[in-house]
């Protein structure tokens, strides 16, 4: 079996385009979840009972979503 690899070359564009967006949305993703984790670490170590009940209330709706 071989492959074609004149598909590839002739959507190098396409494939281009979504490994940009890949890439892109990565970087997001990571922009947002780490300074969210940090926030919901601090507030877990806080000694305020409600910033604690606060972050272990979102970080279980997080657990239980799979």
Do not use: Y
């Not at 690899?5 to 922009?31: D, F, K, N, P, Y």
């Not at 780490?34 to 709706?61: H, T």
Request: proline share 3%.
């Amino acid at each position: 079996m071989t492959f074609d690899w004149s598909v590839i070359w002739t959507h190098r564009t396409a494939l281009l385009e979504g490994a940009a967006l890949t890439v892109g949305l990565t970087v997001v993703t990571m922009l947002l979840a780490v300074p969210g984790g940090i926030v919901l670490a601090l507030m877990r170590l806080s000694p305020n009972k409600l910033l604690q009940s606060a972050s272990l209330a979102s970080w279980s709706s997080f657990a239980t979503c799979r």
